[in-house]
Every structure is written in structure tokens, then in C-alpha cells.
């Protein structure tokens, strides 16, 4: 299948090169196979009129916990310690595996609804919703994280670790290379030296990814100082876990030689300002980190943290703290949020082929509508990207060449049933 977009406004690979305005797009198969001013001469299937309206890279949410759907909203203004404890785990305790699928349904379609064509998910037992993911036909980098609290329950660790590590062996690079599976840890706080240490050899063995969660609070950072005489990044980079190629989600708290360690082993960061926000985390320190050269990312983290899954807020939100905080507008440019929401992400998850527009590359893209007052005039489009584009605006949503959302009709998930889950799930949850 051969489609080309006409008339359309085209943000060009590392985007600080500008717009093609009313340019050309076309796509065969799953790869973008021309881009320019003018109509290529090669005939094509279909042609689609997209005057006005602007083809981004997809966007990619590098952190987080989708079944977690059903909580949102639960344990708000309770700090991270708490919110995990009191709030979610007695709910998580009694989900089903139809209780993760509709949970996770229905955060594809939220993504998929504000331009995210891959999300790096971590939550326990990944197999039982990853067909959904599959039919979805979104990209995604799935994980079953380990927690092993105990030392002395030895028994339940290594089976965890097992299932873990069987799920990695069974899914990775299944549906033609769009799920790609990653070990995870869940985080320093909720397992011990023993397990970490073995299972991040086991990862190194089989060239996997890493996915963890990483100084995230200030009492989580503080108190593994005290067990360990050692920060979190250093207490994981000592039992080789860093070893692995590693994407770190939060990094709140990170001292500056938490980061030369993060550097040294090219750890990806993940940054999450809405969830870090909400549970009064604090800010992750992003100037020291670019001035170190790490890879930076963007992620929502959960629903239950955060709210929602709307990758364009994060944009803004990422900006705009930093540029606060900071005091220094010069902080954070919109071309380097774009960066981290797109070519950074594709990059950390593995896609070498992916995460910018671009002729080889893949069809990964999302369709802005610019007729809308918030979206005039046009000076500086990553600009308008990040700082007044709304998710809403967000017109069509395509994955290896294959249209998954457009103009608020999901092509690959049944909203209806979704729904009908939904209030069957929550009934039984609460």
C-alpha cells in the first residue's frame, strides 16, 4: 500500500531545520518513502489533502504502569511512600487479568488519542495483557519487573525472576518487531543485593534493556544511604545492573556523582514532571544533566500518578517547570523537548529505525490540525508544539504506516467494549 499526504506541513529531522510547509509525505508499506516540497513523480495508491495541518514525529511516553487505569485519581496529596502503600496495593492486590486489560485499553487509546505511537510499560504479570497490546498495534517495550523485598523468601524471588525472565525470552520482537520486551526492577527500595545482582547478569547475558525506577523521593534516596552507605544510582551501578543499556525513570534526587555514574554507563533518564509534581517529589535536576550530556526522555508514569496519559502536557509541563525553577528561559529549548519526546525515546527503546521524519525511516507520525485560534498565527512551529498545541488537536495517529486513530475514532480498539469492561472491572474492584 502506497499513501501519500499533499498540502501538508512536515516538522524535518532534528527539527531546529525547520518546516516543509505544504509539502509532501509518502509512505509505502510501513516506511516513509518521500519527503519534499513537491510532488514526487512516483504514482501512489491513495492521496489525502492535509492542507492546514502539521505531520509530527509520534511521540514516545517512556514510562509507565497502564493497568493501572482504574486507579486513577486514588490516594491524591498523599506523598509517594504512602500513595504506593495505603492507595494502590490494596486495589492492585485484587486485579484480574481482565482488570489489566481494560486498564490497559484504555490507556492505549488515551495515548493514542494525543499522538504516542510506543510507551515503555512496566507492571507485574505483562503476559496477561499483551495480546492487547499486540492488537492495538501500537509499539511498545513491555516489562515484568522484579520486586524481592525479603532475602529469606528466596523461593518466591527466583520464581519471579523466572517468570521475568520467561516472559523476555517468549515476546521479544513479536508482532514483526513492534513489542520489544525489557527487564525491569522495580526499584532499590523493594528488592535486595542477591536478586538484583543475578538477575542484572542475566540481562547482561541475553542483551537485553533494563527499565527501573530511580531516586525518585527524597526518603527513598536518603534511606538507602543508610542501608547501604551508597546512593540508589551507585548502589545499582556497583551490582552491574548499569551495565545493561538502562532507562532510569524519575532521577528526583540524583547527586552530581549520581549523574557522572549515569553518564559513564550512557543510562537513559526518564523524566516525569506531572507525577513528580502531583505526589510533591521535586524536580528532576535536567540542567545538570544536559550540561553531562546524558540522553533525556519524557513519560507520564501511570494514571494513578499522574492523572493522564497525554504526552503533549508533558512537553509543556517540562518546559515550563524547568524554565521556572531555574529562573533562565534558555533552560530547556522547544527543540530539545521535541528531541526528548520523540528521536531520545525511539533511541532508549531500541528502534534504531524510528523516532523522526525521515526517508528509510518508519511511518511513525502524528497529524496536527492547525485551524484552531490557539494555533495562530505561526511563528516558530516546536514553539507552538510545545507551548500551545493541546492533545485534542491531534487529528490522526499513524504506526508503521498503519492509521490507528483519526478524528476521534480508534481503528484497532473497540472503544464500546472498553467501556462495558471498564464498569464491569470498577464494579468489582470498588
Not at 505561526?378 to 485534542?392: E, M
Request: charged share 25%; glycine share 6%.
Amino acid at each position: 500500500m502506497k499513501t501519500l499526504f499533499s498540502n501538508v506541513d512536515i516538522l524535518t529531522p532534528k527539527y531546529s531545520q525547520g518546516v516543509i510547509r505544504d509539502g509532501y509525505l509518502g509512505i509505502t508499506n510501513d516506511i516513509i518513502s518521500y519527503i519534499g516540497e513537491t510532488k514526487p513523480i512516483e504514482e501512489y495508491d491513495v492521496e489525502r489533502n492535509f492542507y492546514n495541518c502539521l505531520i509530527i514525529p509520534g511521540l514516545y511516553n517512556m514510562h509507565t504502569h497502564t493497568p493501572m487505569a482504574a486507579l486513577r485519581g486514588l490516594g491524591t496529596n498523599l506523598p509517594l511512600d504512602r500513595w504506593l502503600f495505603e492507595a494502590m496495593l490494596p486495589i492492585e492486590q485484587k486485579m484480574t487479568p481482565a482488570d489489566k486489560s481494560v486498564g490497559v485499553r484504555l490507556e492505549m487509546m488515551e495515548m493514542l488519542a494525543s499522538g504516542v505511537v510506543s510507551f515503555s510499560d512496566m507492571y507485574h504479570y505483562p503476559n496477561h495483557y499483551i495480546e492487547d497490546v499486540i492488537q492495538s498495534g501500537m509499539k511498545a517495550n513491555l516489562s515484568f519487573p522484579i520486586m524481592a523485598v525479603m532475602a529469606s523468601d528466596s523461593d518466591k524471588n527466583k520464581e519471579i525472576m523466572r517468570l521475568s525472565v520467561e516472559f523476555f525470552d517468549e515476546y521479544n520482537g513479536s508482532a514483526d518487531g513492534r513489542i520489544m520486551t525489557d527487564f525491569a526492577i522495580h526499584a532499590e527500595y523493594t528488592n535486595n543485593v542477591e536478586i538484583v545482582r543475578e538477575y542484572s547478569e542475566i540481562c547482561r547475558g541475553k542483551n537485553g534493556r533494563m527499565h527501573i525506577h530511580l531516586s525518585e523521593t527524597k526518603k527513598e534516596h536518603e534511606e538507602c544511604k543508610k542501608r547501604y552507605g551508597k546512593t540508589p544510582a551507585a548502589w545499582f551501578y556497583d551490582l552491574g545492573t548499569f551495565d545493561n543499556p538502562t532507562i532510569a525513570a524519575h532521577c528526583v534526587m540524583v547527586e552530581p556523582e549520581d549523574i557522572l555514574l549515569l553518564k559513564e554507563k550512557d543510562v537513559t533518564v526518564v523524566h516525569n514532571p506531572s507525577s513528580n509534581m502531583k505526589l510533591g517529589s521535586g524536580v528532576m535536576p535536567i540542567r545538570k544533566m544536559k550540561e553531562k550530556g546524558l540522553r533525556i526522555t519524557i513519560g507520564t508514569d501511570s494514571s494513578a500518578s499522574n492523572n493522564n496519559q497525554n504526552m503533549i502536557e508533558e512537553m509543556a509541563l517540562t518546559a515550563l517547570i524547568h524554565c521556572g525553577f531555574s529562573q533562565d528561559p534558555t533552560v530547556l529549548s522547544p527543540n530539545e523537548v521535541l528531541m526528548m519526546a520523540t528521536l531520545n525515546g525511539a533511541a532508549a527503546q531500541g528502534r534504531s529505525n524510528c523516532g523522526e521524519l525521515e526517508v528509510g525511516k518508519k511511518a511513525d507520525l502524528a497529524v496536527i490540525d492547525l485551524d484552531k485560534p490557539h494555533l495562530m498565527p505561526i511563528h516558530d512551529y516546536p514553539s507552538l508544539i510545545v507551548y500551545s498545541a493541546q492533545a485534542a488537536d491531534v487529528i490522526m495517529t499513524m504506526v508503521d504506516g498503519r492509521t490507528l486513530y483519526e478524528k476521534g475514532e480508534f481503528l484497532s480498539i473497540d472503544k464500546d467494549r472498553v467501556k462495558f469492561d471498564l464498569k464491569k472491572s470498577l464494579e468489582r474492584l470498588f
